[in-house]
Nanobody, 124 residues
Framework: QVQLVDSGGGSVQAGGSLRLSCVASGNTASSVCMGWFRQAPGKERERVASFYTAARDTVYADSVEGRFTISQDNAKNTLYLQMNSLKPEDTAMYYC?????????????????WGQGTQVTVSS
């Protein structure tokens, strides 16, 4: 089993920055990828960024490319999402996620473990 605890959300003005953190515990050795998803009211949960452990490759949604950066600190079992130049359309609940399936982290249905979520609100 894997437990994820995410934090770091808050309310900021457009153009501001936030850094989300996700502390993982349990058996994370079998993870195919780790990442961040977000869900705005009335919308489907979507992938924001993901890190593939074997290839050590990162993938970003087009909407956040160049503004968000995913990183990890293995010593602390922590995944981060640095969010810069935030826009009102980035407002959503953000979730840390891990998949152990070969399909990876491209779609929320392929995720095995979720954090509890942290709210990000960006005002104009």
């Amino acid at each position: 089993q894997v437990q994820l605890v995410d934090s770091g959300g808050g309310s900021v003005q457009a153009g501001g920055s936030l850094r989300l953190s996700c502390v993982a515990s349990g058996n994370t050795a079998s993870s195919v990828c780790m990442g961040w998803f977000r869900q705005a009211p009335g919308k489907e949960r979507e992938r924001v960024a993901s890190f593939y452990t074997a290839a050590r490759d990162t993938v970003y949604a087009d909407s956040v490319e160049g503004r968000f950066t995913i990183s990890q600190d293995n010593a602390k079992n922590t995944l981060y999402l640095q969010m810069n130049s935030l826009k009102p359309e980035d407002t959503a609940m953000y979730y840390c996620a891990i998949s152990v399936r070969s399909g990876g982290c491209s779609y929320w249905r392929n995720i095995n473990y979720w954090g509890q979520g942290t709210q990000v609100t960006v005002s104009s």
